[in-house]
Structures are given as C-alpha cells and as structure tokens.
C-alpha cells in the first residue's frame, strides 16, 4: 500500500472515531433525557381514555366474574376515585371498592364521575371520591359543622382548610388551617376540569343559612403540563449547550492530538533535510519517534517508514557522492600534475636542444644535430599523441564518436590482427571460430593494441599472452590472459580513469597512458563490457560484446 493511500486511512480512522465519540455522545445525552422523562411518574387522566383502551384492562374469569388489571387500579387511585363495571341492570359486576355497593347508592352518593360503554351490557364507571369530599362529610353531619380535636389533626395532616363564604362570594371567615388565596364563587363552584393541573382541591356544601361551607387542601397529585414542559426544555437547552461545550473542547483536544501525530514526524524529516543540507548525514535522535530497543519508528509512526527509509537513500547517495567527488578532485589533481609533468619533460628537451643548437660557442656536427633533431621529432609526436588523447576520451564521453559497424567473425578477425602484429610472445587466439559480431574493426583494432599492448610491454620479455574467445549467455567473449607478475590493487581500482595518474611519469616515452580510459569508452560504444582481474600469476582481462 502506498504512503498516500495510508495517510488517506489513517484519517478515515480517525474521522469515524471521531463521528463515533460525537454520536455516542449524542445518544446518551438524548437517553439522558428520556430515560429523565420515563423515570417521573406519568399520571394519566383517567376520564381521557377511551373505550378501546380500556378494555384490556378488564378480564373475565372462568367463573364469569370480572377483574381490572393492577395497572388499571393504580391509575384510578391516583386519579382519586373508584371503578365499576356495572351491567344494564345496574347491578356492580366489579369494583376498586373493598366492598361491592348498589349503582343506584353509587350514584346518589357522587355528582363526578365518567362513564364507558364497553358492548351493549357492560359499563364502565369512575367515581372521583377525594380526601376532600370525605373532610367534608365528617365536617358537617346534620346540617352543622362538627369540628373536634381528632377531626382537626386529620386536617392538619393534609393541610386542609375550612372556610365560610357568603351569598356573594366572598369569604368571611377561616374555620380552620392554613390561609389560603380566597377563591371566587365561580372557582368554588367550577373548578378545573383537568385534575391534573388542579393546584389544590376543594369540596362544598350550602348550609341552612345560605352561606357556603368551603374545605380545601393542596392537591397530591398536582403535575401541571406546563411546568413540566418547561423543565424538559431547560433540560434540552442544557444539554444542546453542554453538548456544543464538549464538542468545541474535544474538537481542540482532537485537533491538537492529530497535529501531534502527523506533525512531529513532518518536524523530523524537516529537521533531517536541514542536516543534509549541511552535510551531515546521521539521523536525527528522536525517542520519542523511534523505539530505543529496534530503532525503527514506533507502531503509531509507522506509516512514515517509506519516507524516513527514502531520506536514508538520499541521505547514503550524498555522502557516497560528496566521498566520488573529493576522490575525483584528488584524481583530477594527480591528473593534471602528471599531466603536467609529462608535457613539461618533453618540453624541457625540445627547449634544451634549441638552446644548445642556436648557441654560437660550439660547433655541432652533422650527426650530433640529426641526433637532436630525432630526439626533438620524438618529443613532440609524443605531445600531440598526447593531446589527442585527452581530446579523444572527451569526444567519446559526449558521444561525439560515430561508429562504422560492419559484420566480423571475431576469431578470424583476431586472428589476423595477431599475424600483422610484430609481437613474438602472442600464441595462437583458440576457442569457438563461429561467433559472428557487429564491431567498427578500425576503433576495435585500436582496443586491442592498448589491451594486448599492455600485456606485452608491462610483463617480462619472453612471457606469454594467451588470447580465447567462447560464448555465453549470447554473448561474444574474448580473453586476454598474461602470465605477468600482475597489478597493484590501487593501480586495478583506477585502471580505467583517466584522472587517475596512469600516464607516463618516466623518461621513456611509450605511450600516453590514457590508452585503456579511451579502451573502456569504445567497449562501452559499442554495448560491451569489460573486466579485468589480476593477481601474483598474471593478469586476465574479459571483454563481452553482445551476439547480434
């Protein structure tokens, strides 16, 4: 996988973990909420419901009598009142009561209450019978307001009241409990419908004089909607504002965790090229980044390997770089003072002997001028051919050579080269005679006069040169073996550069020494290769050309 397709995950990743915090957020703090809203008691209104509702509250035995679920039960005792289940008849079929009454008492008994019609025979009742109502009733027995000490207790028990009001409406004495708001005669008479959103609860009777005797108490089960409403909304706020509050600072955390991540490597290879641009090529030392024990990046970094591996490479090929050029400067300065040197000898002489020819004091003779002549003549042949040389190798390099390719077959070639040679120590080329190759047969005469010439000139007179030519792997290979002492290891590294000091440094005059530089660039022209191997028994040198 690439670095680019890593990164792209590495993100994704972090995107989904970062969606999946925010929704799991989200869907605890909206749980939060409706599991606060589940948990407070729901109170419904009995006389709200409808017939179909209530039906599978109500069951019929096997013995043909009738029974409310519990969950029913419950719902009409905290809507304060009882059921029946009454037939066409009137007769209670079942009841919340602990005793089962006439519906004609029922009903003379209570003026609040709801009714159902379940199928053409059953009934369903609800009688509201608040604590109130049941005040009232022990207050006033026999048309007269009975209050004893017992009465009073059960009274102050619930916080009930007991006020007088007169034929207007208005309130003219406070029998008893706590002062309340005084209610208007439409409030005393009416009430709210909903008993829910009743605050508190009240009970009257007219009495004999006209005046009105009023009981009230707090009601109970006062759970007013709005109220409530209001609570789930603060809530909502809150926790909308909660959430926004998270979700500001953990995008802060979360941004700055990333940018931890994916920055403090970027600041590594940052600080890494800053290094190599001053040449120094060791790694910076980051624990914090690379793990002591392996010194590889740890796991979480890991994905950055290519790029520090990358680095590394770089880092590696400038400082074998920076090692070529200082080893080429130095060859280039042993070069050029060899290069010099070799110009300068044969100068000196060409100087010298015009001096002594043009000077007056001695009288030469014929002779000893055609020596000087010959001696000057060879000086300068050896300075052009030297010239040429250096100019040649530079022409190869730019490829400014062309080559006239023609079709040989390499062992006749060979062999005809070593009969025109005046070299007695070269044996008989042997090996396959059938290898046919693409070679321009006037530069490649030039390859083996340096190749083979080497041989000759740098072993003892007498030594042998052997020549072989096979192939392998399509490819055309021609050997020259020598028996000579071999060559020095620093010598064979730099065998084939021509800035490294192989020319002549001597008095004798063989040659420039740029022979097997300007060998290895016409091998090279023409697709080849060469190989040269050396040791105390003499020296092999293996060149290859391609079979076309």
């Excluded at 409030?187 to 004999?208: C, L, P």
């Excluded at 040389?389 to 050579?401: E, R």
Aim: aromatic residues 12%; glycine residues 4%.
């Amino acid at each position: 996988m690439r670095l680019s397709s890593k990164i792209s995950l590495r993100f994704l990743v972090y995107f989904v973990v970062f969606y999946a915090v925010l929704f799991l957020v989200t869907f605890g703090m909206f749980a939060y909420i409706i599991f606060d809203l589940l948990s407070k008691e729901a109170i419904s209104d009995i006389r709200a419901l409808e017939a179909f509702e209530i039906e599978s509250d109500i069951a019929k035995q096997p013995d043909g009598s009738y029974v409310f679920s519990e969950d029913f039960i419950k719902l009409a005792k905290q809507n304060s009142g009882h059921l029946y289940l009454v037939d066409q008849a009137g007769e209670v079929l079942a009841t919340t009561e602990q005793e089962i009454l006439s519906i004609e008492w029922v009903a003379i008994q209570k003026q609040d209450h709801a009714v159902w019609e379940l199928t053409d025979q059953l009934f369903l009742l609800f009688i509201e019978n608040q604590p109130v109502d049941l005040l009232l009733g022990k207050l006033y027995i026999n048309n007269k307001i009975q209050m004893n000490d017992e009465l009073k207790k059960e009274f102050s028990s619930v916080d009930a009241a007991v006020e007088i009001y007169n034929q207007d409406g208005i309130r003219e004495e406070i029998l008893y409990g706590d002062v309340y708001k005084a209610l208007s005669s439409m409030e005393i008479v009416t009430n709210s419908q909903d008993y829910f959103e009743r605050k508190e609860i009240t009970a009257f009777q007219t009495m004999e004089n006209g005046k009105v005797l009023v009981v009230r108490m707090p009601n109970t089960n006062y759970h007013p909607f709005e109220p409530a409403l209001i609570d789930t909304m603060k809530k909502l706020v809150f926790s909308i504002l909660a959430f926004h509050l998270f979700l500001f600072i953990f995008t802060i955390l979360f941004s700055i965790w990333i940018g931890y991540r994916f920055g403090r490597p970027l600041l590594y290879f940052l600080h890494r090229i800053e290094k190599l641009s001053v040449k120094d090529y060791d790694p910076p030392n980051d624990k914090r980044l690379r793990s002591p024990k392996s010194g590889r990046f740890k796991r979480k970094y890991r994905i950055y390997e290519e790029v520090d591996k990358s680095l590394a490479r770089l880092a590696n090929t400038l400082k074998s770089n920076e090692e070529k050029i200082i080893k080429t400067e130095k060859l280039r300065e042993d070069w050029i003072t060899g290069l010099s040197h070799d110009l300068k000898t044969p100068l000196s002489s060409i100087y010298g002997y015009s001096i002594m020819l043009s000077s007056n004091e001695y009288t030469w003779t014929p002779i000893e001028v055609q020596r000087f002549a010959k001696t000057m003549q060879e000086k300068s042949i050896y300075m052009n051919a030297l010239i040429e040389d250096l100019t040649y190798t530079y022409q190869l390099k730019n490829d400014a050579i062309q080559l006239n390719k023609e079709k040989l077959n390499l062992f006749d070639f060979l062999r005809s080269y070593v009969y025109a040679c005046d070299w007695n120590d070269i044996q008989e080329p042997i090996g396959n005679k059938d290898i046919t190759v693409y070679l321009d047969a006037k530069l490649f005469e030039r390859v083996l006069d340096n190749l083979v010439g080497n041989a000759v000139k740098h072993t003892p007179k007498g030594t042998k040169v052997h020549l072989e030519i096979y192939e392998k792997d399509s490819l055309a290979c021609l050997v020259i073996r020598d028996e000579g002492p071999g060559i020095p290891k620093v010598a064979l590294d730099n065998l084939f550069n021509r800035y490294y000091r192989g020319t002549n440094t001597t008095s004798e005059i063989s040659g420039t020494g740029l022979g097997l530089a300007i060998s290895k660039q016409l091998i090279e022209a023409h697709n080849g290769t060469i190989l040269v191997e050396s040791s105390k028994i003499g020296t092999l040198v293996t060149v290859t050309f391609p079979i076309e």
